[in-house]
């Protein structure tokens, strides 16, 4: 069975204090990964999107790593705007198109 | 990227009326839209894909007859939650493909609370 899982489901850093998400699936047909930042009361803002294991992108403090099982968002020196849940969500083609989205990872990032 | 309106962001309705929802895409033709539905503090929840100019295609537990999809031109889908109840209070969000690369794009979602 496809499945996207996400740990862990809830973070809390201090400002500064770096670390790493993460996302690991399980499907077949994959055609690519993609993150999302969604801050409470509003829809997903697109973040990333990788296709191949290896592939590396970055924005800001946030960086996102693909192999062929998992993937990793890591923050470094996150400050509290950075506060928000980290959806990952995955692409894959059997038969038609199907995107599977992983429970998300709340992270809270102290002052 | 792609930008995705939704309107309206929240509505607030009695028990027993049809409220109905929008979804945009502002700079791009969408010709598949998908509608999610999120309980507070939990993932996303597909609940249809909505195909222009044909029937939409329900996940298994939606009703069709409850949770009715239009999607009449490349930029506009259309949700209609109708005879709505309190347990049909909930966030709903869309989102479209913003192009060859796969992504998706979201709307900014609409807070649904029935009365």
């Known amino acids: 069975e496809d499945q996207v899982t996400q740990s862990p489901e809830a973070l809390r850093l201090q400002e500064g204090e770096s670390s790493s998400l993460n996302c690991s699936y399980t499907?077949?047909?994959?055609?690519?990964l993609f993150w999302y930042r969604q801050d409470p009361g509003k829809g997903p803002e697109f973040l990333f999107t990788?296709?191949?294991a290896g592939e590396e992108k970055e924005k800001e403090r946030l960086k996102a790593t693909l192999t062929k099982k998992e993937s990793f968002l890591h923050i470094t020196a996150p400050k509290p705007e950075d506060s928000a849940t980290y959806l990952c969500?995955?692409?894959?083609?059997?038969?038609?198109?199907?995107?599977?989205f992983g429970t998300g990872t709340r992270l809270k990032v102290l002052a | 990227g792609a930008v995705v309106s939704q309107h309206p962001s929240w509505v607030i309705c009695k028990s027993g009326t049809s409220v109905k929802i929008e979804c945009r895409s502002l700079?791009?033709?969408?010709?598949?839209m998908f509608w999610y539905r999120q309980f507070p503090k939990q993932s996303l929840m597909l609940m249809a894909t909505?195909?222009?100019?044909?029937?939409?295609?329900?996940e298994q537990g939606v009703e069709k007859d409850k949770f009715l999809i239009n999607h009449a031109s490349l930029t506009l889908s259309t949700l209609t939650v109708t005879s709505a109840h309190p347990e049909d209070s909930s966030f709903y969000i869309c989102?479209?493909?913003?192009?060859?690369?796969?992504?998706?794009?979201f709307g900014e979602g609409s807070r649904l609370t029935v009365l």
């Open positions: 989102s479209a493909h913003g192009g060859a690369t796969g992504e998706l794009f």
């Open positions: 499907v077949s047909g994959l055609r690519g």
């Open positions: 990788l296709y191949s």
């Open positions: 969500a995955v692409l894959i083609t059997s038969g038609t198109y199907k995107y599977i």
């Open positions: 700079d791009f033709q969408a010709t598949t």
């Open positions: 909505s195909n222009e100019g044909s029937k939409a295609t329900y």
